[in-house]
């Protein structure tokens, strides 16, 4: 899928998604949404603490290592 179809059936404009995806913009929640759903996604907040239990009950447990820095253990 290119930048124009997912800005298209996200309702974004082409120019605003691309600085969205080359971190040159910091979109709004909904923004992100619409995105997500465009992709058949959704946008889920996990509590940190429940990020591994999430990912094992949806078969993506991945090692300590592994893990983006987002959801890697703070300690």
């Known amino acids: 899928m290119t930048q124009h179809d997912v800005a298209k ?3 974004v404009l082409q120019n605003n998604y691309s600085k969205i995806e080359r971190g040159k913009s910091d979109p709004r929640f909904s923004t992100l949404q ?17 990020v591994d239990t999430v990912n094992a009950l ?3 447990a991945l090692p300590p290592e ?3 820095l987002f ?3 703070p300690d």
């Open 58 to 60: 949806t078969g993506r």
């Open 66 to 68: 592994e893990r983006p």
């Open 9 to 11: 059936r996200s309702g």
């Open 34 to 50: 619409d995105i997500a759903r465009a992709l058949s996604l959704e946008v889920m907040l996990v509590p940190t603490e429940l």
């Open 71 to 73: 959801v890697a253990d």
